[in-house]
Antibody, heavy 123, light 107 residues
Framework: EVQLVESGGGLVQPGGSLRLSCAASGFTFSSYWMSWVRQAPGKGLEWVANIKQDGSEKYYVDSVKGRFTISRDNAKNSLYLQMNSLRAEDTAVYYC????????????????WGQGTLVTVSS | EIVLTQSPATLSLSPGERATLSCRASQSVSSYLAWYQQKPGQAPRLLIYDASNRATGIPARFSGSGSGTDFTLTISSLEPEDFAVYYCQQRSNCPITFGQGTRLEIK
C-alpha cells in the first residue's frame, strides 16, 4: 500500500524556520516526481514546490522562492521542505504528494496525497 | 500565471441528481487539467486527469470533458458520499495552479 506520512509541523514565530518531512513507503520512491501542496485554514489548495526523481530539477511558487527549499533523500525514501523566514501567510496544512506515474519526464498529476501536517506561524 | 475560475462557488443538489461543475482557464491549458475531490478533514483525491481520464478506482458516474480553456466535471447521479469540495488544477504552465473550488452540498 502506498503511504505518505508528513511530520515536522507545529507553531513557529514569524521569521522562524521549520523543516517538514514526508516518509514514503509502498512504492519505488526514486522513480517519482514529488511535490508539496499547502492549504491555508478554510481556503483552497496552493502548489508550493516539486522535485524531480534525482533532485536535479526543483520548482517553486513565487511566494516561497528564496525562503523554502525542497529536497529528497532517495536512500531514506523521504521528501523534505526546509522553510525559513516564515510569515503568517505561510500558515497552512502542508501536504506531500506523489506523481501519478513513475519515470515521468516532467511533473504529472498529484496522486496520492499524504494526510498533511499543520504549520502555524504566529507570535 | 494561469488563473482557473470555478463555477458555481456552491452547488446545492439532492442525491440522484446530476451535477455539472465548471472550470475556466485564463489561457489555454490544452488538456492538462485535472479534478480533485476533498472531503472535510481529508486530503484531496485525484478524480480526473488529462481533462477526461478517470483515475484508478474512480466510479464511472464521474466524467470530465473540455479542452483549451473550458472544462466540465459531471457527476451523473449523486451519491451521498459525493458531497464535498471539488478543485480543478492545471499543469500546462509553471506555476501549477488550482481553482478556488466548488462546494457541492446537499439540498
Amino acid at each position: 500500500e502506498v503511504q505518505l506520512v508528513e511530520s515536522g509541523g507545529g507553531l513557529v514565530q514569524p521569521g522562524g524556520s521549520l523543516r517538514l518531512s514526508c516518509a514514503a513507503s509502498g512504492f519505488t520512491f526514486s522513480s517519482y516526481w514529488m511535490s508539496w501542496v499547502r492549504q491555508a485554514p478554510g481556503k483552497g489548495l496552493e502548489w508550493v514546490a516539486n522535485i524531480k526523481q534525482d533532485g536535479s530539477e526543483k520548482y517553486y511558487v513565487d511566494s516561497v522562492k528564496g525562503r523554502f527549499t525542497i529536497s529528497r533523500d532517495n536512500a531514506k525514501n523521504s521528501l523534505y521542505l526546509q522553510m525559513n523566514s516564515l510569515r503568517a501567510e505561510d500558515t497552512a496544512v502542508y501536504y506531500c504528494a506523489r506523481d501519478r506515474v513513475a519515470a515521468a519526464g516532467g511533473p504529472d498529476w498529484f496522486d496520492p496525497w499524504g494526510q498533511g501536517t499543520l504549520v502555524t506561524v504566529s507570535s | 500565471e494561469i488563473v482557473l475560475t470555478q463555477s458555481p462557488a456552491t452547488l446545492s443538489l439532492s442525491p440522484g441528481e446530476r451535477a455539472t461543475l465548471s472550470c475556466r482557464a485564463s489561457q489555454s491549458v490544452s488538456s492538462y487539467l485535472a479534478w480533485y475531490q476533498q472531503k472535510p478533514g481529508q486530503a484531496p483525491r485525484l478524480l480526473i486527469y488529462d481533462a477526461s481520464n478517470r483515475a484508478t478506482g474512480i466510479p464511472a458516474r464521474f466524467s470530465g470533458s473540455g479542452s483549451g480553456t473550458d472544462f466540465t466535471l459531471t457527476i451523473s447521479s449523486l451519491e451521498p458520499e459525493d458531497f464535498a469540495v471539488y478543485y480543478c488544477q492545471q499543469r500546462s504552465n509553471c506555476p501549477i495552479t488550482f481553482g478556488q473550488g466548488t462546494r457541492l452540498e446537499i439540498k
